[in-house]
């Protein structure tokens, strides 16, 4: 197989957040996409579980659906692998309209949510199941199957019964089941929800490094941001049904589209205000809950007088000691709350207006001179670049 | 288990006694020497042999047998069909009234259905015999299966058919090699029920049977009407004892697997 997986290593100058590699089809004017939603809607009864989608997602991409229980994830993804059809709108893979294609002719493959192994099949012949639908020659089919075992590190275990399986031996025979047809997308249904924190961890690098070097694009579907964070080159924010917005984990991290993804994608503080005026490059906002006129940077569709919210990240927050110099906005608060995460502190700080601020410090040093005690008077600050301006 | 009552201990040995005490005698007094019914001859087993002697007799055991296998073979395909459409067949309107006229027949008098049945078989003029009453059996008989299998299939994880058809197979060969091995065990409890039922029958088989195709429950009941012989004893125990296992081979192939 020819690996050409793209350098990880390089940098582009200024980037919003941090840069994973130098893949980025979705920029490229020219670039068709894989796969592609155009207007997608599907109801059951009365909910509105996929409700006008318009998606497209690149070859060898990584891609994760992300949004709360309910919002429609795996039913989009369900679509794609056949077993439910739009009410309206299309899909299509490759430029060819997938209506009408039952399930075993897609050139797609699906790892299921609850992996929906074969009972009364071995790992091997789990395995081995879709290559037998295909008719291929056994001698095939055998060498095939040792090949992907030994990717997922299963190949010891060929001989067992599912039910004799640990919970991520039956998620790496799932993941070979999937890519041993080496399909043009895997479909993930929350692959990795029934691991624990240490082995789903492992597994995401892993995962990762399968999907750059097998070269296949992914669509996964999970509700935990981290790890859609941590795998995925974009992410589609998905809530109610829609799409809310698509970006790379940096994008939609650094620059959430309204206030709900910006509080759904980690914590963030949100002063509401009215914007006062221009400030050199920016704007400055007066903000009731922050007690103070806070100064931001440049922002799109705002003027004088529009209602905004100030968006700030605890670690983008800092506590302020004395003698410091102070950056452009702060606050004087009381610390009300300390949570020692260990890499991390928390800080939650009581302002005058009674609203509660997150803060983080990294722990970069054993011990702290004068450390921050409960109930402590604090000032806290934050640079104008360091928010986001929301306008919805 | 707590210790039982003195009370508890007699209801339940009358409750078994009037169950098991008739089939009891009947057992003991096949291997009775006296040729007389009811009274105690000494034991003897040359009724079983008189009983292989009897010709009309085993002709009759040999149609049960073959209208039992026959019967239960086709009912249970039909009925699995039946109960995987019911199953996978989206909700529409009217499913609940087709689901209550495939249970119907278990609820008909069974007087009713072999009368029923009857007349269609003089109204195509359908000869009347072995075939005659295997498709009365079938028609009886595939409601029991189609009872049993959609039990089994609706507890069945609908995405493992889903990933068999994602991994390329085509609706039938996932049926076939998925969905049927795994509710194979309803499956066969359902042919065992068919074929207990089959045998077991008399009132079907006595509307629908013919010259040539008697049925051994009809040979039994026959001959008791000139008076009850040892013989009719032993073949009786012999019935008793074939479907004894049927029966603990249906609750073995039906019973939960043990928790892991
Ligand atoms: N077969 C179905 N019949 C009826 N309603 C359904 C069906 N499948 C999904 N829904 C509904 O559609 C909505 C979206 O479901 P979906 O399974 O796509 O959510 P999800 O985003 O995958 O959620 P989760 O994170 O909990 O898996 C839900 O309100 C759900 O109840
Ligand atoms: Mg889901």
Redesign the interface.
């Given at each position: 197989m020819i690996l050409d997986s793209p350098s990880r290593s390089s940098r582009s100058a200024p980037a919003i957040g941090a840069v994973r590699r130098d893949f980025a089809p979705w920029k490229d004017p020219g670039a068709v996409p894989l796969i592609r939603y155009e207007g997608v809607r599907k109801r059951f009864g009365a909910t509105a579980a996929v409700d006008g989608v318009d998606l497209s997602v690149f070859e060898r991409e990584f891609f994760c659906l992300l949004g709360p229980s309910g919002c429609g994830k795996t039913t989009l993804m369900r679509m794609l692998g056949g077993f439910e059809t739009p009410d309206e709108g299309r899909v299509t893979l490759a430029g060819r309209d997938l209506s009408g294609v039952p399930p075993h002719l897609r050139p797609v493959n699906m790892m299921f949510q609850s992996y929906a192994l074969f009972p009364h099949m071995t790992v091997a012949g789990n395995v081995a199941f879709g290559l037998k639908q295909d008719g291929l020659p056994r001698t095939e089919i055998a060498a095939r199957v040792d090949a992907v075992l030994d990717t997922v590190q299963m190949r010891g275990l060929a001989d067992r019964k599912p039910d004799a399986l640990s919970g991520g031996q039956k998620q790496r025979v799932a993941l070979a089941r999937a890519l041993v047809k080496r399909p043009k997308v895997l479909l993930l249904d929350e692959p990795l929800g029934a691991l624990d924190k240490r082995l789903r961890e492992e597994t995401q690098y892993e995962l990762m490094d399968l999907q750059v070097a097998l070269g296949i694009t992914f669509l996964m579907v999970t509700h935990d941001q981290d790890e859609a964070m941590t795998m995925a080159d974009r992410i589609a924010i998905m809530d109610e049904g829609r799409i809310v917005q698509v970006g790379t984990p940096a994008e939609i991290y650094e620059a959430p589209a309204d206030r709900g993804v910006a509080a759904f994608l980690g914590d963030v503080t949100i002063f509401e205000g009215v914007v006062q005026g221009r400030d050199g490059e920016g704007w400055t906002v007066a903000s009731e809950p922050a007690g103070c006129v806070l100064r931001v940077g440049e922002a799109a569709g705002v003027a004088p007088g529009t209602a905004v919210g100030v968006a700030i990240r605890p670690e983008k927050l800092r506590i302020v000691a004395e003698g410091d110099p102070a950056p452009a906005n702060v606050m004087d608060g009381e610390v009300w709350d300390i949570g020692y995460l260990g890499d991390w502190t928390i800080y939650r700080v009581k302002l005058a207006s009674g609203l509660i601020v997150r803060v983080s410090q990294a722990n970069a040093a054993r011990f702290v001179e004068r450390p921050v005690g409960w109930e402590d008077r604090v000032r806290i600050g934050f640079d104008p670049a360091s928010a986001v301006v929301l306008t919805a | 288990m707590k210790g039982l009552s003195r009370i508890d201990l007699a209801a339940l040995t009358f409750g078994f006694a009037f169950l098991y005490l008739p089939i009891l005698i009947l057992v003991v007094y096949s291997f009775n020497a006296s040729k007389l019914v009811t009274v105690w001859g000494g034991f003897s087993t040359e009724w079983y042999a008189a009983l292989f002697r009897n010709k009309a007799l085993m002709d009759a055991a040999g149609v049960t047998f073959r209208v039992g296998i026959v019967s239960a073979t086709i009912a249970t395909i039909l009925g699995t069909m039946a109960a995987v459409a019911l199953v996978r067949v989206p909700r529409f309107t009217g499913k609940g009234l087709f689901t209550g006229l495939l249970y119907a027949p278990i609820v008909m008098p069974e007087v009713i259905t072999g009368l029923s049945l009857l007349l269609l078989f003089v109204a195509i003029d359908l000869d009347r015999g072995f075939w005659s009453v295997t498709i009365a059996h079938v028609t009886f008989a595939m409601c029991y299966v189609a009872v049993v299998v959609r039990s089994r299939l609706s507890t069945f994880?609908r995405?493992?058919e889903?990933?068999?058809?994602?991994?390329?197979?085509?609706?039938l060969?996932?049926f076939f090699?998925?969905t049927l091995?795994?509710i194979a065990p309803a499956v066969a409890a359902g042919w065992l029920l068919a074929f207990t039922l089959s045998i077991d029958d008399l009132v079907l088989a006595s509307f629908t049977s013919g010259p040539g195709a008697t049925t051994l429950p009809m040979r039994i009941y026959g001959q008791v009407r000139l008076g009850v012989t040892p013989e009719i004893n032993a073949i009786s125990t012999l019935m008793i004892g074939a479907v004894a296992l049927v029966v603990i081979a249906v609750s073995l192939a039906t019973r939960p697997r043990a928790a892991?």
């Open positions: - | 994880d995405s493992l889903e990933a068999a058809a994602d991994l390329g197979a085509t609706p060969r996932a090699s998925v091995p795994l892991r």
